[in-house]
């Protein structure tokens, strides 16, 4: 057992944690959370020295940033190559880090916060990584930048079908109340007059109505549109670099 100086990450005080122990918690605010990214926060911000002038400079923003890559902090990982390319805006190495984080290193977009326009959008990212990178570093970007259309068009898919499992869900279980419901009713009214007969043949539509909500639906309803544009404005970008 061997404890090492962490940060909370709901309030930023700093603690004393036994670096074995999978999760935490804060005896401040009582907030849970994972020891490792804990601990991980206040390396970050121990190795983040500032200049004399009180400002971070871009080789400790890029720094940090990498730090933030190897816990997979995507997010915060973004901040710091973006902090390190407002002070020195042709630094391959701050693009590339910002293609990094919101490729999730060349494995996953996040839809949710990742934009595709922008001065540090995807399209801009992409751009900058393939104008200033030497041969060398076209030779190892390349590949997985081509790639970039087909992991969107992924993403994409799996994200759609992730919302036609949700969306399917709810229906089966609005079908089940529906048919719940049908079968009472068709019971409630098998007779032989008229009357009878009418409601036998609207509670066999309202069963087929019910049944039908368990049939799968397409995922095409829940495809991003917008993001399906994207990936063919970076295929183009890709072949016109000679990708």
Known sequence: MSFEAAKCPNCGAQLQLDNSMETGFCVYCGTKFIVHDAIQRMKIEVSGQVSMSGISTVENDINRGKQCLTSKD?????KFFVMALNKQANSFEAWHGCLLSITQDFSFIDFSWVNYKGNTG??????????LSDNIQKQKLYPSIKQLPHLIDKVNTQLAQEQV??????????????LFFAFLFIISNLSE?????????????LL?????????RSKEKYINHQ?????QELETIVERAGV
Request: cysteine-free; charged content about 10%; proline content about 2%.
């Open 74 to 78: 995507w997010m915060n990982a973004f």
């Open 122 to 131: 995807l399209e801009s990212v992409v751009i900058h990584s393939i104008q």
């Open 165 to 178: 499992r949700k969306a399917q869900k709810k229906r089966n279980i609005a079908a089940f109340i529906w």
């Open 193 to 205: 007059n008229n009357f009878g007969y009418t409601m036998l043949i609207l509670g066999i539509i």
């Open 208 to 216: 087929f109505i019910g049944v039908s909500n368990f049939l799968p």
């Open 227 to 231: 993001w399906l544009q994207y990936t």
